[in-house]
T-cell receptor
């Protein structure tokens, strides 16, 4: 079974600084997707960024980028120029590329605090 | 385009009762999945429906069930509620396999 581990329960960063959230995963599959989701106090899970395992290029979405190390099974999220609105729980998630097994497997989450 | 809508937002029940939660997916989305979120166990997959058929099921007891209607709306039911069923239940929808998953704001269930 696949597992996702986030080793940082809490992180904090000064506004406008850069912060990196860590995630490691375990799988024997070669076809899969990795995600970072953000959950603000409103509780809605919002997709931040997605990475296909077959793509070597790291995904980027504006101030959010990932460092995908496939051999090391590592998938970290970098947030540049942190803003107060970035404060939230961040979840790393894995999904198989097998169309018959497309559930998301989540890590335990990292609570990110932005200090003004 | 309206997002994923879950009703009710909050629910309080007592042990032994049953509960039904509702989810309306984004228009055009035929896949609906459900997740349970608790402080101890985190986010866990319950089940997924596509075109009224259950495609995947997580490791939950038979007290947890669901269904999907022809208009893609989905319900999940929990019978004989236990204290440990207190959780945030999240519904998500997508248009097809490998497409992005969009979540609702959840139903917070408290079992007393």
């Amino acid at each position: 079974a696949q597992t996702v581990t986030q080793s940082q329960p809490e992180m904090s960063v000064q506004e406008a600084e850069t912060v990196t959230l860590s995630c490691t995963y375990d799988t024997s599959e070669s076809d899969y997707y990795l995600f970072w989701y953000k959950q603000p106090p409103s509780r809605q899970m919002i997709l931040v960024i997605r990475q296909e395992a077959y793509k070597q290029q790291n995904a980027t979405e504006n101030r959010f980028s990932v460092n995908f190390q496939k051999a090391a099974k590592s998938f970290s999220l970098k947030i540049s120029d942190s803003q107060l609105g970035d404060a939230a729980m961040y979840f790393c998630a894995y999904r198989s590329g097998n169309q018959g097994a497309q559930k998301l497997v989540f890590g335990q989450g990292t609570r990110l605090t932005i200090n003004p | 385009k309206a997002g994923v809508t879950q009703t009710p937002r909050y629910l309080i029940k007592t042990r032994g009762q049953q509960v039904t939660l509702s989810c309306s997916p984004i228009s055009g989305h035929r896949s609906v999945s459900w997740y349970q979120q608790t402080p101890g166990q985190g986010l866990q997959f319950l089940f997924e429906y596509f075109s009224e058929t259950q495609r995947n099921k997580g490791n939950f007891p038979g007290r947890f069930s669901g269904r999907q209607f022809s208009n893609s709306r989905s319900e999940m039911n929990v019978s004989t509620l236990e204290l440990g069923d207190s959780a945030l239940y999240l519904c998500a929808s997508r248009s097809g396999p490998n497409e992005k998953l969009f979540f609702g704001s959840g139903t917070q269930l408290s079992v007393l």
